[in-house]
């Protein structure tokens, strides 16, 4: 069982006006990097202007002007939770906003792949669009583009990856990413930059009057769509992030968001009134997700597009039930991953590679990127896992670590051994590519090498970052109440995370997998509930006296009782040396 070590996070002194706040959050603020209590005000007021997009005015104007025509329309959008968001956003938004003729498209990853391809343009010619606006993807469709130019299709592109060396030829690119573009927000999500677009549109026909005899759209209504793509797919969570994500998650808790949110929430078991981005990122958006990885994202986005509980419900259980199995196979293709790297010892840092890659002819391709991401975890390394796409290419999804770009250790490697990659994209965490089977063994060495160039001698350690230790006194539901009512929190703004020494007054395991613990920072003082989910099976089997914990808190609803918890992150047992 690899043990991290514990990194305290600090911060030098509190910013003066972080002062007014209650001590524990001052610091976890401050620790986080937040200089002004300003950056705590999460109305929509403080969103930044949707102008600075370049392209997106001209777009609008242009779309705008297009509209009383009523131009066939398609939205093609992308495979995972970020494009089935954006995807569903857009069909409620333009519809509302008075475009008729509008239906949507996701590429089958099986038949098509990613992106606007050549082969689902070609694909969509029969329902002669007038228009395709892509969400969540297209910075990279530069054949897929040309071939929609060639026949008469204008093309919007509205995408948030990092854009290529060369842009496609595309009537207009929306997308924060591309080069001299000024957008401050380099982080937000396709489905922020497909709201964002919404923002543009209304804004021009309010310009042109268009709102004179009737109620504009109140784009608000449609966060909670923004929430659960933003935490999904897993962006970092700056300041306009925030905004989007507090705000979206605000009509979640009032129940005013769409009929499917809250059918996944109510199949996950999540009290929407108490709604976290946490339940968006590990109960909602890995049931959406399912549609993508295993089936046709379209189940999805019909679930979020429904209009009334019981349609939502139906779909949202398939959804459900699609998960179930992707976390059986999930499981099975883990369990095989950490085989194949048991002869690594995972204790060992100065033996294991800088990165690794993994592939076994079985495996299903839509879940690849999980198993990367678990396997991520344990060796603390950049992996890509790879799965059969034909007799003769194999498709990678990679997962990072913080301090290295995936994408850009990738474009390093195409830079070296042009083209080894058939195709490749992404951003900072995850990435996709293929590649030809033959060229696998010289691929793990061109990706092992280029990342050991980008950390530059620098040693990946093996850390958990803690905020320190909890008194007593902190340990309660208030603590955990200010915590999650500070948030939200995510990747680059992370939820707070704790260390101590507990005695174990308590344990046992439930659900076969999980420890159940009671602990107490001393003899005679209040024992805590605390909960380990998935720990290295020695530990379900290991009689537990004093303990290391880092951990997380919560509060635990169960049968109308709301109690105090502890979420463990790691468990170190301490050995009482003897006299």
């Known amino acids: 069982m690899l043990i991290k070590s514990i990194v305290r996070r600090t911060c030098e002194q509190i910013p003066t006006s972080l002062q007014t706040l209650p001590p524990l959050l001052q610091k976890l603020l401050a620790q986080r990097g937040v200089e002004d209590l300003s950056e705590t005000d999460y109305s929509l007021a403080n969103l930044i202007d949707y102008r600075l997009l370049s392209q997106i005015e001209?777009?609008?104007?242009?779309?705008?002007?297009?509209?009383?025509?009523?131009?066939?329309v398609i939205i093609v959008g992308d495979f995972d939770a970020d494009g089935a968001?954006?995807?569903?956003?857009?069909?409620?938004?333009?519809?509302?906003?008075?475009?008729?003729?509008?239906?949507?498209?996701?590429?089958?990853?099986?038949?098509?792949?990613?992106?606007?391809?050549?082969?689902?343009?070609?694909?969509?010619?029969?329902?002669?669009?007038?228009?395709?606006?892509?969400?969540?993807?297209?910075?990279?469709?530069?054949?897929?583009?040309?071939?929609?130019?060639?026949?008469?299709?204008?093309?919007?592109?509205?995408?948030?990856?990092?854009?290529?060396?060369?842009?496609?030829?595309?009537?207009?690119?929306?997308?924060?990413?591309?080069?001299?573009?000024?957008?401050?927000?380099?982080?937000?999500?396709?489905?922020?930059?497909?709201?964002?677009?919404?923002?543009?549109?209304?804004?021009?026909?309010?310009?042109?009057?268009?709102?004179?005899?009737?109620?504009?759209?109140?784009l608000a209504d449609w966060l909670d769509l923004v929430a659960l793509g933003t935490v999904a797919d897993v962006v970092p969570l700056d300041f306009n992030n925030r905004v989007l994500v507090a705000n979206g998650l605000r009509r979640i808790r009032a129940g005013r968001c769409r009929p499917g949110i809250l059918a996944l929430l109510q199949l996950a078991r999540r009290d929407c009134a108490s709604a976290q981005a946490s339940d968006l990122g590990f109960a909602v958006g890995p049931r959406l997700n399912a549609a993508g990885r295993l089936d046709d994202m379209s189940i999805g986005i019909e679930t979020l597009l429904a209009e009334e509980p019981q349609q939502a419900l139906r779909l949202a259980a398939e959804l459900d039930d699609l998960n179930r199995y992707r976390r059986?196979?999930?499981?099975?293709?883990?369990?095989?991953?950490e085989r194949a790297l048991g002869t690594l010892s995972f204790t060992a840092l100065a033996d294991k590679p800088a990165a690794f890659c993994i592939y076994q002819v079985d495996w299903h391709q839509g879940i690849v990127g999980l198993v990367?991401?678990?396997?991520?975890?344990?060796?603390?390394?950049?992996?890509?896992?790879?799965?059969?796409?034909?007799?003769?290419?194999?498709?990678?999804?990679?997962?990072?670590?913080?301090?290295?770009?995936?994408?850009?250790?990738?474009?390093n490697?195409?830079?070296?051994?042009?083209?080894?990659?058939?195709?490749?994209?992404?951003?900072?965490?995850?990435?996709?590519?293929?590649?030809?089977?033959?060229?696998?063994?010289?691929?793990?060495?061109?990706?092992?090498?280029?990342?050991?160039?980008?950390?530059?001698?620098?040693?990946?350690?093996?850390?958990?970052?803690?905020?320190?230790?909890?008194?007593?006194?902190?340990l309660n539901l208030a603590t955990s109440q200010l915590i999650e009512q500070a948030g939200p929190w995510g990747q680059s703004f992370p939820e707070p995370t704790f260390d101590g020494v507990f005695s174990v007054?308590?344990?046992?395991?439930?659900?076969?997998?999980?420890?159940?613990?009671?602990?107490?920072?001393?003899?005679?003082?209040?024992?805590y509930d605390a909960i380990y989910f998935f720990p290295p099976e020695d530990l379900l089997r290991d009689d537990l006296s004093q303990v290391e914990l880092v951990y997380k808190v919560a509060s635990n609803e169960f049968r109308g009782e709301v109690s105090f918890q502890l979420i463990v992150e790691q468990l170190r047992k301490i050995v009482e040396q003897s006299s």
């Open 505 to 527: 007054v308590e344990q046992r395991v439930v659900g076969e997998k999980h420890l159940k613990l009671k602990v107490s920072l001393a003899a005679k003082q209040a024992a």
């Open 58 to 72: 001209a777009a609008a104007a242009a779309f705008v002007a297009a509209r009383a025509q009523q131009p066939k």
């Open 372 to 411: 990367a991401s678990r396997i991520k975890e344990k060796v603390n390394r950049p992996v890509i896992a790879f799965a059969r796409e034909d007799e003769h290419t194999v498709k990678g999804s990679g997962r990072s670590i913080e301090g290295v770009h995936m994408r850009d250790v990738l474009a």
């Open 85 to 218: 968001t954006s995807t569903a956003l857009l069909m409620l938004g333009l519809k509302t906003m008075g475009w008729q003729n509008v239906d949507y498209v996701v590429p089958n990853r099986f038949e098509f792949g990613y992106g606007l391809s050549v082969g689902i343009v070609d694909h969509i010619a029969a329902q002669a669009p007038d228009w395709i606006i892509t969400v969540d993807n297209g910075i990279s469709s530069l054949d897929g583009v040309a071939r929609a130019r060639e026949l008469g299709i204008k093309v919007i592109i509205t995408d948030h990856h990092l854009a290529p060396e060369t842009l496609p030829a595309a009537d207009y690119i929306i997308n924060p990413n591309q080069p001299n573009d000024n957008f401050p927000s380099k982080a937000i999500a396709g489905v922020g930059v497909a709201f964002y677009t919404l923002v543009a549109l209304r804004a021009e026909l309010r310009r042109q009057g268009a709102f004179t005899n009737q109620s504009e759209p109140n």
């Open 413 to 474: 490697v195409e830079r070296r051994q042009p083209g080894i990659m058939l195709k490749f994209g992404g951003h900072a965490m995850a990435a996709g590519l293929s590649i030809r089977l033959a060229d696998l063994e010289q691929f793990q060495q061109l990706f092992v090498a280029e990342t050991e160039r980008w950390l530059a001698g620098q040693a990946i350690k093996d850390e958990l970052v803690s905020d320190g230790s909890l008194s007593s006194e902190q």
């Open 328 to 337: 059986e196979r999930e499981q099975e293709m883990v369990a095989e991953a």
